[in-house]
Every structure is written in structure tokens, then in C-alpha cells.
């Protein structure tokens, strides 16, 4: 799947941002069984963020475009009003979950303005710009994400979780016992 990812530099985490945005892609790698192929984006300010979501939803047509920062209080915390301007209708759910499951663990989730809606064919969902935030919030939110692009796009991805594995090692010794007996009307039953 094509995901967008667009992350608002944080001046504190510049030297960082390589790694953090490696940790970033490995977390959300781990929500979905098809690969993920990732479109990443760096933007500094409200008209790089406008431009690179419309570029994400319009000319990479991302089915699923994340961003990552920029949802707190203050002057230059703009991301989910840059989300919301170029959406075309708001999924105030997301958000809404988001910062109600999330306050017990992270207390600061109170500041969160986080918010999602869909652009053409695509989901934008604002996330933190932490791993450990982001990996709650999308345990959280992977149903819903699933669902919503089956909506939108028509095309439900796989959730991890979700596939059926047979552990055929661990039933392999049992195999050993299985055995043909022959049963009274004769038919052959397989039997324990």
C-alpha cells in the first residue's frame, strides 16, 4: 500500500529526523500484512504542508497519507487545520478516539487537536510525531482505517492480526497417529 508521509520538522529533533522517520515507517510496516511503500515528505511550514498533502491525495494518489506533528497548541502547530482546509469532509472520529484512550497514558494527549478527514480518494489522519504515541494511536485506529478505505478506495488492506497461521509444526506430531481404520459398513474413517 501507498502511504504519504508527511512529517512537520521539529527544530529540537532536525538531527535526528533520519532515524526517527526509519522508526516511523518500521512501526506502521508492522500494522499491515502488504508491504508498505512509503512517500515521505518533509515540510517546514503551513504552505509546504498544504502543497504536500494535495501533492500525496491528488498526484502520488496515497489511498492513506499520515502526518506526523503539528497537532498541539501552540502558533506553530497548524496541521490539522492545513487537514482540514483541503479536505474534502472530516472524520472527527479519529481524533476524537485518539485523545480519549490516549489521555490515561500520555496526560499531554489533552493538548492533542489531531484530526482526519478524506481528500478525493484518500484518508488523512494526523498522528504525534513519536513512536511510541504513534504505535498506541494506531492500535487504536487500525479498524477504523481499514474500514475507511475499503469505503473509499473500495480495497481493505490486511491487518496484522487479522491473517490465519497455522503453526504446522506444532501438528505435525499428532499427524503420526492419524490412521485409516476400517468401519463396520465398510467406508474407511479416518480416525485418532
Do not use: W
Amino acid at each position: 500500500m501507498k502511504i504519504g508521509l508527511i512529517t512537520l520538522i521539529d527544530p529540537a529533533l532536525a538531527p535526528k529526523q533520519d532515524k526517527l522517520e526509519e522508526e516511523i515507517e518500521r512501526v506502521i510496516g508492522t500494522f499491515f500484512v502488504e508491504p508498505s511503500q512509503f512517500v515521505p515528505m518533509i515540510v517546514k511550514d503551513r504552505d509546504q504542508l498544504r502543497a504536500a498533502l494535495i501533492r500525496a491525495c491528488d498526484e502520488e494518489k496515497c489511498p492513506l497519507v499520515f502526518t506526523l506533528g503539528g497537532t498541539g497548541p501552540t502558533k506553530n502547530d497548524f496541521t490539522p487545520d492545513v487537514t482540514l482546509e483541503i479536505a474534502d469532509r472530516e472524520l472527527p472520529g479519529f481524533g476524537e478516539i485518539m485523545r480519549y484512550y490516549s489521555y490515561e497514558r500520555f496526560k499531554v494527549a489533552i493538548l492533542s487537536r489531531a484530526a482526519a478527514g478524506v481528500r478525493g480518494e484518500s484518508l488523512i489522519v494526523n498522528l504525534p510525531a513519536r513512536p511510541k504515541p504513534i504505535k498506541f494511536c494506531l492500535m487504536l485506529l487500525r479498524e477504523g482505517i481499514a474500514e475507511a478505505l475499503d469505503q473509499i478506495t473500495g480495497v481493505r488492506p490486511t491487518l496484522r492480526g487479522d491473517e490465519i497461521v497455522i503453526p504446522v509444526e506444532k501438528y505435525l506430531p499428532f499427524l503420526k497417529f492419524l490412521r485409516v481404520k476400517p468401519h463396520p459398513d465398510g467406508e474407511q474413517h479416518p480416525t485418532l
